[in-house]
């Protein structure tokens, strides 16, 4: 069974408004941390922002807001007021449990693309 | 400082080549990890070094193998390189001594076998 998945193959939105990047994750332990990159055509993965299990508040970084709902198992992710740097593809990721190893497990990926 | 980074960032070889992977991070990071990705999809384990002197199979580890040199040195090996293996390859680390530890990517090696 899929341990992340990301629905939404690829998205638009126009420069300036907000868009949901969505995604789901599969586990029975209940500690995990969810993680979401951003890699732009130039092909690196950049860290966006982190939300752990047992965090109480969602996490923000900037215009980057994480929509945690530990109950439906969603960790979205909310980009405020669009900018065309934006148009990337995005990868919601999950760490199972806190062992020493802290492998990461990726989704498929949203491909986003900002319109002017 | 350099984060983490890759040689080559790109390469062909023919079905049947060897090649190994190099990794180094200067970050003082413990645990270390190689991912490959295929198009339209993410990325997947292939092997990882929680710490030095360890290294453990991930999702994907068939027709591969790595050493972990050092602390900052980790590298990946295609004996005898397939088609299949076309693909980009990422290095990461991660310092492991937090839950909130993030893990850093270098810039990735792009690898064609024909």
């Known amino acids: 069974a899929q341990k992340i998945t990301q629905t939404q193959p690829g998205m638009f939105v126009q420069e300036k408004e907000a868009v949901t990047l969505d995604c789901t994750y599969d586990?029975?332990?209940?500690?995990?941390?969810l993680f979401w990159y951003k890699q732009p055509s130039s092909g690196e993965m950049i860290f966006l922002i982190y939300q752990g299990s047992y965090d109480q508040q969602n996490a923000t970084e900037g215009r980057y807001s994480l929509n945690f709902q530990k109950a439906r198992k969603s960790a979205n992710l909310v980009i405020s007021a669009s900018q065309l740097g934006d148009s990337a593809m995005y990868f919601c990721a999950m760490r199972e449990g806190m062992d020493s190893s802290y492998k990461l497990i990726f989704g498929s990926g949203t491909r986003l693309l900002v319109r002017p | 400082n350099a984060g983490v980074t890759q040689t080559p960032k790109f390469q062909v070889l023919k079905t049947g080549q060897s090649m190994t992977l190099q990794c180094a991070q200067d970050?003082?990071?413990?645990?270390m990890y190689w991912y490959r990705q295929d198009p339209g999809m993410g990325l997947r384990l292939i092997y990882y070094?929680?710490?030095?002197?360890?290294?453990d199979k991930g999702e994907v580890p068939n027709g591969y193998n790595v050493s972990r040199l050092n602390k900052r040195e980790f590298s990946l090996r295609l004996e005898s390189a397939a088609p299949s293996q076309t693909s980009v390859y990422f290095c990461a680390s991660t310092l492991s001594g937090s839950s909130t530890d993030t893990q850093y990517f270098g810039p990735g090696t792009r690898l064609t076998v024909l």
């Open positions: 586990t029975s332990d209940p500690s995990y941390g």
């Open positions: 070094s929680a710490s030095e002197g360890t290294t």
């Open positions: 970050m003082n990071h413990n645990s």
